[in-house]
């Protein structure tokens, strides 16, 4: 097992990697000293496979768990559900010290570490991450939220997890599509932050999308450990946390103009980290050569690159990158990369470059 520590004062944590780690939720919360009642938030897809051990582990450990599934797919992300969600706890009458678990991918950890951060005006909650993509990002750092229809997470608060429980025995059954969203994450963290990982992504694909233990458990540490460094540095987004964003003010927007539900939320960020690259090396100097190693590697990982929109749709989708958290006085702000491994942020970038990107790839 491998762990990694998030430092953040009196709200570090720790996230613990391995295989098998679902059977030991029970007695990781038991360390915790959380109150003896409990309640489980899942989704349809993974309460099937994972909510009876979940239930089974905090029982046996003398917790009083109750069970919550919710529709699986980014539209829980409602606060339609958070309403269902507030009810069922007090049904089960929580109280301030007792806590949530959130067993499933990043919607599932969204929604109820929501839902922890603001019933009762906030009780502690464990991320039990299910995906790749909520192993490797969501489940670590704090930020938690719902959508709205005019864009993704834009109700939402910064609320840390008591504890991560990474069980990659879960990726095991994780769909193919599920898991290669995921690496639009990983490959993420080789691009704004760490090249040596980058290289490590080109060399040992074929072996990461075999899903082989060793490789799996080296690359996730390594990406909750650079997540890590960052929140360690920025917990509320106030500068170095934006470097997280790279590729998803075009991604965002891309997931809410299809409806949430066209594109998985890695598949939407991957069109918007190689539009990002384009626009780095247009405005940023990223090396012509490093922009075509990240559209390989995305493009090796069997993600998407582009995006074809006409002319309506490209409207829609300004409005709502406009919508987006980054934003500022009203202008939109890129993460934009200098070289695989170093980015900046706040860029501004015009309008018409942006433009000018998206109908080149609708002609292509």
Request: overall charge positive; charged content about 20%; proline content about 4%.
């Amino acid at each position: 097992m491998r762990t990694v520590n998030v430092p953040l004062g009196q709200r570090r944590y720790t996230i613990k990697i391995g295989d098998g780690l679902l059977n030991r939720l029970g007695p990781e919360c038991a360390r915790l000293k959380l109150g003896p009642r409990c309640a489980i938030i899942t989704d349809t897809n993974v309460g099937r496979q994972y909510a009876q051990p979940a239930y089974n582990s905090l029982l046996r450990a003398g917790f009083e768990p109750s069970l919550i599934v919710v529709p699986a797919g980014e539209t829980a992300k409602s606060l339609k559900v958070v309403q269902s969600c507030y009810d069922r706890l007090a049904a089960h009458r929580l109280e301030r010290k007792s806590f949530l678990v959130a067993l499933g991918g990043g919607v599932v950890g969204d929604l109820a570490g929501f839902v922890a951060a603001t019933y009762l005006r906030g009780i502690p909650f464990v991320q039990v991450p299910t995906t790749l993509l909520a192993q490797v990002d969501s489940s670590v750092g704090g930020k938690v939220g719902v959508n709205l229809k005019a864009g993704k997470n834009l109700v939402g608060a910064f609320h840390q997890p008591r504890l991560v429980l990474c069980d990659l025995n879960t990726l095991g059954t994780l769909p193919m599509s599920e898991y290669r969203a995921g690496l639009a994450e990983v490959i993420k963290y080789g691009i704004i932050y760490d090249s040596t990982l980058f290289t490590r992504l080109e060399r040992d694909l074929p072996k990461l999308l075999r899903r082989e233990p060793k490789i799996l458990t080296t690359i996730v540490a390594r990406c909750c450990q650079i997540k890590a460094e960052v929140v360690g540095q920025d917990e509320t987004e106030n500068g170095l946390r934006a470097i997280l964003n790279f590729g998803h003010t075009i991604g965002h927007a891309i997931e809410a103009i299809s409806g949430y539900g066209k594109y998985l939320h890695g598949e939407a960020i991957s069109i918007g980290q190689i539009a990002a690259a384009r626009l780095s090396a247009i405005l940023t100097r990223l090396p012509l050569n490093d922009a075509t190693r990240i559209t390989d590697l995305f493009r090796r990982a069997g993600l998407p690159i582009q995006v074809k929109l006409n002319a309506s749709q490209r409207a829609k989708l300004f409005a709502a990158m406009k919508l987006d958290k980054k934003v500022s006085r009203g202008e939109i702000r890129f993460v934009l990369a200098n070289r695989i491994g170093k980015v900046v942020w706040g860029q501004k970038v015009p309008t018409s470059v942006i433009e000018k990107l998206l109908i080149a790839d609708s002609r292509g």
